[in-house]
């Protein structure tokens, strides 16, 4: 089947850190843009981060720049997100997508998700 | 930041009944290669979203023809022909000419 898992979500206490990771089974994510979304409980769809193909371009919303980083193993065929100095406001479903081809920022393939929530 | 809005936010429709969501972006999406880089999506309840539209007017593999998105520059339209029971849940457009990505809020589908 073709998907994306990510995986690393968890209850952390604010001001903690995660590793989210997205792998791509049957999806080559190594030739595509890749994007994290997020999902707070309730509320709709908004973009976190991307990166480019080879990783040298990243890109963040500003709620989460300066604490987020969006990096990219290509030999892995996999993308991650380190989050740190979590807050409250951070918890939600985080989904990871990818581009399409040639027009990076249509994210044409999703995960299901991973659930960080920030609580003390 | 491109700010989106979508109206209605909320639409029950009948089976077999056309439907329509409009979109409006606060700067046009039209870039200068011609094309107008606004997606939408939809989210059906407990899935992950799925790209129905991209680049204003041109259905994603694989998304049925009743499904079809026009406009340019700042106002936009998804209208589906005639609705199915599947077609229920979240609509979103969303503009990525400019960093960040912007979502619109969001039109709850549901069907009477």
């Known amino acids: 089947e073709v998907q994306l898992v990510e995986s690393g979500g968890g209850l952390v206490q604010p001001g903690g850190s995660l590793r989210l990771s997205c792998a791509g089974s049957?999806?080559?994510?190594?030739?595509?843009?890749t994007h994290w979304v997020r999902q707070a409980p309730g509320k709709g769809l908004v973009w976190v981060a991307h990166i480019n193909v080879d990783g040298s371009r990243t890109n963040y919303a500003d709620s989460v720049k300066g604490r987020f980083t969006i990096s990219r193993d290509n030999a892995k065929n996999t993308l991650h997100l380190q989050m740190n100095s979590l807050r409250v406001e951070d918890t939600a479903i985080y989904y990871c997508?990818?581009?399409?081809?040639?027009?990076?920022?249509?994210?044409?393939?999703w995960g299901r998700g991973t659930t960080v929530t920030v609580s003390s | 930041d491109i700010v989106m809005t979508q109206s209605p936010l909320s639409l029950s429709v009948t089976p077999g009944e056309p439907a329509s969501i409009s979109c409006r972006s606060s700067q046009s999406l039209l870039h200068s290669n011609g094309y107008n880089y606004l997606d939408w999506y939809l989210q059906k309840p407990g899935q992950s979203p799925q790209l129905l539209i991209h680049?204003?007017?041109n259905r994603a593999s694989g998304v049925p023809d009743r499904f079809s998105g026009s406009g340019s520059g700042t106002d936009f339209t998804l209208k589906i022909s005639r609705v199915e029971a599947e077609d229920v849940g979240v609509y979103y457009c969303i503009q990525n000419l400019q960093i960040p990505l912007t979502f619109g809020p969001g039109t709850k589908v549901d069907i009477k």
């Open positions: 997508a990818r581009g399409r081809a040639g027009a990076g920022n249509s994210m044409e393939v």
């Open positions: 680049l204003g007017s």
């Open positions: 049957g999806v080559t994510l190594s030739t595509h843009y």
